[in-house]
Structure formats: structure tokens, C-alpha cells
């Protein structure tokens, strides 16, 4: 999810991929201490106040929850329809997995990372939904830092808030990232109890997959061709260190692995928090 056109409404708009282009209107937040980056870390950046999903243009600030929900629904049944299609019986079964969760069920699990069955969603007068964006950092030979993320970042106009996007893995230069990110906080974090040397194994994994396509609906962690954020990150840590970040070991999934998730998860170290990440902060 690159960081582009931050969007956020007077009322809980579910908008703007991960990040803002835009020219930032006070001074630049404080962000992690690039001097303690290693290759194969993580970044997790959030606009203050309201933790959000990253995936709306600018020109959709005033979407309501209702339409966000309208269009969720249609962009799900395309993709049952296509599954079922495909004579796979593996897409068949997912299909099915998916045909009865509903928009609200996706905003309580995925935006809040609760559990199947927990009913937990973010107040309307609490902010944004909570959800984010998550990155990889790599150290080049020379030093150089770089980001390494899935974004649905499109030369065309924007179609769909899930629709899939060419040249989706993109790679870019941190102080570059760092300029678009002056609005947002950034949390740091990195897999524990690995050496330096595996850790940056993480990065050089998931520069394999650059010009892949950014597809939300991309429930297989171990299908390749398409990736949203999380599975990019939670993929290349599978292949460089056989570690499963979410503690879910299977690669078919018929849910949604979540930046929080990951953050939250039990071999992530966080070493730079500015906030509550998930609660507004």
C-alpha cells in the first residue's frame, strides 16, 4: 500500500491507501531513530488520532460508510463469482468460506484484528477504523535505506477500493518515504531472536516480488503473483525464516492477515512506538 492521498472524513469514511502525498499542513511528527534500522525491519505509519485503512484516493473523502459497505459487498460477490467459476476446488471452498461474512463482520475482524465470533468495532465518535499499513526496510551495500511495500498504486484512474493494481510491490527510497510520511506517526519494529544477517534475509525476499500486482483479495499468503501489505510482509518472513508472524502456519486462507495483527504478534519487537497503535493514537 503506498502512501498516497490521505483521506480523512467528518464521518468514518473508510478511505485512502496507506499514506499521503499531500502537502502536509504542521510540522513533521518525530519518527523512529533511522540510525537503529536494520534490513528486514518493519514500519507501521498511521495519521495521529485516527488509525486507518490505506487504500482511498483523495477524491473519495466524502465516502460514507453505507456506499464503503455497497461497494465491499460487489467487489466479494466478483470475487466468488470468479472462484466459482475457476473449477478449483480449492477457490470453491474459499468462495464458500467467504459468502456469508458480511461488511460488518470484515470491519470487527480486520480493522480491529478481533477473532471470529468477537463483535468488537471502533465507535463512529472514536475515529477511524482501525487498521494501518505495514512496510519492510532494507539496507542496501552501500548503506542506503529503502522501503519495500504492496500498495495499490495505479497510473489509471481509481476504480474500486479492492480492485487489483499492476506494479503493485514498489520499493522506495526511505528519505523519499520519509518526506510523504511527515503527517504520520511510524512505529518500528523487527522478528525477534534472529541475527542481523536473517533478519535482512526478509528484505532481500521481498524484493523477488517487485512489479508484482497489489490485490486485496489475494487470500493465498503463498500465491505470488498478487500481494496486499500484510501478505507481502507475513510471506517474506515465512520464506526467509519458515517463522509464521500470525502463528497460522497454512498459506489458503479464507480471512485476512491485518498490519495490527502483526504488530501485535509475539515474535514482532516493537522498538518504536509514538502512540497506542490502533487506538488512535
Request: charged fraction near 25%.
Amino acid at each position: 500500500m503506498r502512501f498516497r492521498w490521505p483521506a480523512v472524513s467528518a464521518i468514518i469514511s473508510v478511505l485512502a491507501l496507506a499514506g499521503c502525498w499531500g502537502e502536509p499542513d504542521g510540522p513533521p511528527l518525530p519518527h523512529p531513530d533511522a540510525e537503529t534500522f536494520q534490513s528486514g525491519d518493519f514500519l507501521w505509519p498511521a495519521l495521529p488520532g485516527a488509525v486507518i485503512p490505506f487504500f482511498r484516493e483523495a477524491d473519495a473523502q466524502q465516502l460514507t460508510i453505507e456506499s464503503e459497505a455497497s461497494e465491499w459487498r460487489q467487489e466479494k460477490q466478483r470475487f466468488i463469482e470468479q472462484a466459482r467459476a475457476s473449477g478449483d476446488p480449492e477457490q470453491i471452498a474459499l468462495a464458500d468460506a467467504i459468502a456469508n461474512i458480511t461488511y460488518d463482520e470484515f470491519r470487527s475482524r480486520y480493522f480491529n484484528a478481533t477473532g471470529p465470533g468477537e463483535r468488537r468495532l471502533t465507535p463512529f465518535a472514536a475515529g477511524l477504523p482501525q487498521v494501518g499499513h505495514v512496510a519492510i526496510i532494507e539496507i542496501d551495500g552501500g548503506g542506503r535505506r529503502w522501503v519495500v511495500e504492496a500498495t495499490p498504486k495505479s497510473d489509471t484512474p481509481y476504480e474500486s477500493l479492492y480492485s487489483r493494481f499492476p506494479d503493485g510491490v514498489i520499493r522506495t527510497p526511505y528519505d523519499k518515504w520519509v518526506e510523504i510520511h511527515k503527517e504520520y506517526n511510524v512505529w518500528h519494529g523487527r522478528v525477534r531472536d534472529r541475527t542481523p544477517d536473517e533478519r535482512a534475509a526478509i528484505a532481500e525476499t521481498a524484493k523477488q516480488y517487485l512489479g508484482r500486482d497489489y490485490w486485496f483479495w489475494s487470500f493465498n499468503l503463498g500465491e505470488e503473483s498478487a500481494f496486499y501489505c500484510s501478505k507481502l510482509v507475513w510471506l517474506s518472513v515465512w520464506k526467509a525464516l519458515g517463522i509464521s508472524l500470525d502463528g497460522d502456519p497454512s498459506l489458503q486462507r479464507s480471512f485476512w492477515v491485518s498490519p495490527k495483527q502483526l504488530i501485535n504478534a509475539p515474535n514482532v519487537e516493537v522498538l518504536y512506538s509514538p502512540a497506542d497503535y490502533g487506538a488512535g493514537g
